[in-house]
């Protein structure tokens, strides 16, 4: 962060203290649509480290990279009828295109399980075929009221992991399983002690049956929540009839999982270490790891400029 730029004391007030920093260390931008920001190069290249180890882990525990389409279809998504009521609120929704109005309205991803459920009905139709483990790396939509860059914002990048297994218990295991390569994330990357657990029944996932989460603990003793894990038991896969040949000749439903996390880490990271000189960054998290700078007195030439080294 540059000298001369001056912030507030975070005891002070801390949201307007993590404002400015995201701002004056060149994190991120506004953008002229509410909730929408730009990711300047410093703050994106946070966001690519993080990237970069989870999709190392994920690759180590057999998931593939796959995208989906940012458009859902109104009769898709309305199949999953709590999911539907969990996310309406927050829809942005396209009614034209073009020129012309569409014949049904068409939803920006708040989310991806409808589009994957959908996909998977068609991929799948024997036991043979599980488990189906994929990963997503987007953007979603979700129109919130009140914003803040990196913690809550009106679009946002993530990744979304989707399986499909042929027991509960080994949907069960997976959900616990990348719970815990958020929790390693926070150890090994983030410098960030989280918390896991398990959500309440009102806290939960709309549409799943359990919900686990890894919380950051904030300076100001709130908790951040900064990853979450899916057992969605066999609800979506029976709304969307996926289906599969076991291996005794039966028609069977599989079981889900699907987990995520955010760019809202990079807010998590600016307010468990940042302090009243501005940014601190976790080395292996940081962009730049060291930056020389020679300091001469007493000389006639000029000091030559600092000297920076990537990491």
Avoid at 226 to 252: E, M, P, R, W
């Amino acid at each position: 962060m540059k000298k001369n730029n001056a912030i507030t004391p975070r005891e002070t007030d801390m949201s307007k203290w993590y404002s400015e920093i995201c701002l004056k260390a060149e994190l991120m931008s506004y953008s002229k649509v509410k909730g929408f920001i730009v990711y300047r190069p410093y703050g994106f290249a946070i966001w690519e480290q993080i990237k970069a180890f989870l999709d190392n882990e994920f690759k180590k525990t057999g998931h593939q990279n796959v995208y989906m389409p940012l458009l859902i279809p109104q009769s898709l998504l309305e199949k999953e009828k709590e999911h539907v009521v969990g996310f309406a609120p927050e829809c942005a929704i396209v009614t034209k295109g073009g020129d012309k109005d569409l014949d049904s309205p068409l939803y920006i991803r708040p989310t991806s399980e409808t589009l994957f459920c959908d996909h998977f009905k068609d991929i799948l139709s024997s036991y043979r075929d599980l488990p189906i483990k994929y990963n997503q790396w987007c953007s979603v939509v979700r129109w919130e009221k009140t914003t803040r860059p990196f913690l809550r914002g009106s679009e946002f990048l993530w990744q979304e992991g989707h399986t499909l297994h042929r027991t509960a218990d080994e949907a069960k295991e997976e959900t616990l399983r990348m719970l815990k390569i958020y929790n390693k994330m926070g150890e090994d990357i983030l410098a960030i002690p989280f918390v896991m657990g398990r959500k309440t029944e009102k806290e939960k996932f709309a549409g799943a049956l359990e919900t686990y989460t890894v919380e950051a603990l904030m300076p100001d003793g709130q908790a951040l929540q900064s990853g979450t894990s899916h057992y969605f038991g066999q609800g979506f896969a029976q709304h969307y009839d996926i289906s599969f040949l076991d291996s005794d000749n039966v028609l069977k439903t599989p079981y889900q999982t699907s987990w995520g996390v955010s760019t809202r880490l990079i807010g998590s990271i600016i307010m468990e270490h940042g302090d009243d000189n501005g940014l601190v960054l976790p080395p292996y998290v940081a962009p730049i790891q060291v930056a020389l700078i020679p300091v001469m007195p007493d000389v006639a030439e000029p000091i030559p400029n600092q000297v920076i080294v990537q990491g």
